[in-house]
């Protein structure tokens, strides 16, 4: 899916996904090391979606803990 701006994918394809000369193509999950400034050319619903577009993660993510339930 398209972008819906240069810099944001719409709440139903968060992940950000970039193709670049070095790296090849990647995504971005939110929380992830520079999600926030990375520009998407594709937008994903699913990192499976993403990594069978043939991307990979761009870096490791620095997500939110899961919560434990008592």
């Known amino acids: 899916m398209a972008a819906e701006t240069p810099w944001a994918c719409p709440p139903t ?8 000369e070095e790296s090849g ?25 993403a990594r069978r577009d043939g991307s990979r993660p761009a870096d490791i ?4 803990p899961a919560e434990t339930l008592y």
């Open 13 to 20: 394809h968060p992940i950000k996904g970039y193709v670049t």
């Open 25 to 49: 193509r990647v995504y971005y999950v939110p929380g992830s090391r520079f999600y926030e400034e990375a520009s998407p050319e594709r937008c994903y619903a699913s990192e499976a979606e």
């Open 61 to 64: 993510a620095r997500r939110a």
